[in-house]
């Protein structure tokens, strides 16, 4: 055997060896990809139940969901179907209630400021729309042989302070308060005349994808460069077999495009309106809130260009590729989610 073919047939090795273990990486990923339309209970026992009188578990067809009714007027969520562990159907919850940004929860907040008691409250905002005995109750489960307890909050009800939220100051000891916040139900201000939308997109979090050409670009120079130079190192100019170099670079090329597509798979970017689903150096899954990146460096490599966002305290940053599969979808997301203070916005 010609010592240029042992090269080819190890690198084919080691490439097929990488393509098998980035197939393994992303298996269960995968999985989870496709097996989400199959999860739903298809065996009707929830819905047979629901019709029962003597059964407990009932449908709220304007919700699309299943609970469990304790008879006090209180709903148990039932996620899964208990005879074939099936998934119940996608709850319309979400698409019921206002959606509250990151801006309008911060300028919430800010109306808190300064405020300690239900006079200053009162002083600030006038009398309440409403007032609660009950605005919400909490219970402590006990542990290790100590007793449950339960703690109730009157309220404040002010629906006027924000068009897409009720605030709530419940009164605690002293007529000390603090301020809770839900989200406005949609259609009809009670009190106005406005509609209230929801400007939440359907899906509410979006998966993006890097395109595949500029890593297999990337990775195929690294790799034909380091091939070339090896092969004219160990044979010389003169001895190099055309036919197997051929060969050898087809199928590092095409193994290189397979892993490069894995690559993209895998390593997905996730942009929520909490913060970042992205990856460390070492490929680790990491989530960065907004509020937590304190600065944005830019990254290059060859013609692959990163956001390397920091957080406090932790030297290994988020690394945010720029070269998206869908891009323009990419940018507009990031700029609606990202707050208005956060230092990711001067690389948009
Ligand atoms: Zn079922």
């Not at 009932?58 to 996620?79: H, L, S």
């Not at 990337?218 to 130079?229: C, D, E, N, P, Q």
Request: aromatic share 12%; with cysteine; hydrophobic share 40%.
């Amino acid at each position: 055997m010609k010592s240029a073919d042992k090269w080819f047939i190890g690198l084919f090795v080691i490439l097929v060896f990488l393509a098998g273990f980035a197939a393994l990486y992303c298996a269960k990923k995968l999985m989870s990809l496709f097996g989400k339309s199959k999860g739903k209970c298809k065996c009707g026992l929830l819905e047979n139940f629901s019709k029962e009188a003597d059964i407990p578990i009932r449908w709220d067809e304007r919700m699309n969901e299943y609970y469990i009714a304790d008879g006090k007027g209180g709903r148990i969520m039932v996620y899964y179907c208990p005879f074939c562990g099936g998934g119940t159907p996608d709850s319309r919850r979400g698409s019921f209630f206002a959606h509250i940004t990151s801006r309008e929860e911060t300028r919430i907040y800010d109306l808190f400021k300064g405020i300690r008691t239900v006079a200053d409250v009162v002083t600030r905002f006038g009398p309440p729309d409403e007032e609660r005995e009950f605005a919400s109750g909490v219970r402590w489960p006990g542990r290790r042989g100590k007793p449950d307890r339960g703690a109730a909050f009157r309220g404040l009800v002010y629906k006027r302070l924000s068009p897409v939220a009720d605030i709530v100051f419940e009164v605690g000891l002293g007529d000390t308060v603090r301020l809770t916040w839900s989200q406005k139900p949609v259609g009809k201000d009670p009190s106005g005349q406005q509609d209230i939308m929801n400007t939440q997109p359907k899906n509410g979090i979006m998966v993006f994808r890097a395109r595949v050409l500029p890593v297999f670009v990337a990775m195929a120079s690294v790799t034909l460069t380091g091939f070339f130079s090896l092969i004219i190192s160990k044979e010389g100019l003169q001895g190099v077999d055309g036919g197997a170099l051929l060969i050898g670079v087809v199928v590092g090329g095409l193994g290189s495009f397979l892993y490069a597509w894995l690559l993209t798979l895998c390593f997905t970017l996730k942009l929520t309106p909490e913060g970042v689903f992205g990856h460390s150096c070492w490929g680790i899954r990491r989530f960065v809130g907004w509020q937590e990146i304190v600065a944005v460096k830019p990254f290059r490599f060859l013609n692959l260009r990163y956001l390397r966002l920091f957080q406090n305290g932790r030297a290994c940053p988020v690394w945010m590729p720029l070269y998206q599969a869908h891009k323009s979808e990419f940018e507009q997301e990031l700029k609606r989610l990202a707050p208005p203070n956060s230092p990711i916005r001067s690389y948009l």
